[in-house]
């Protein structure tokens, strides 16, 4: 796996408001697939839900931050959806995986 990128690693903490945060979360990953340098997400999701985008560069992290959708996605989320969030940028050292392929 080519270790020339980026993970922007966002953990949160959701309020007890969470009419329409569903429907926006998927549309922004929907939009965020169509950005240029994205490279793909995952979720996880228990007491605290964790959202990992990677990224070819921070050229791309920033123009994402700036997308205007986006950017009203983040004004709803600090207004309504979250306690609290931190997000982390961080470059990708190494990767590695594994895949059981049951037969």
Known sequence: ???????????????????????TANAMEQLAKEQPGYIG?????DQ???TI?????LE?????????DHLQAQHAGKERWYQWYKTRICKVERAY???RHET
Do not use: P, R
Not at 41 to 45: R, S
């Open 1 to 23: 796996m080519n270790t020339n990128y980026y993970a922007v690693i966002f953990t949160s903490l959701q309020t007890q408001d969470t009419k329409g945060y569903a429907e």
């Open 41 to 45: 997400m995952e979720h996880a999701k």
């Open 48 to 50: 605290i839900g964790i």
């Open 53 to 57: 985008s990677y990224w070819e560069s």
């Open 60 to 68: 791309a992290i920033s123009k994402w931050k700036e997308n205007l």
């Open 97 to 99: 995986e594994f895949n």
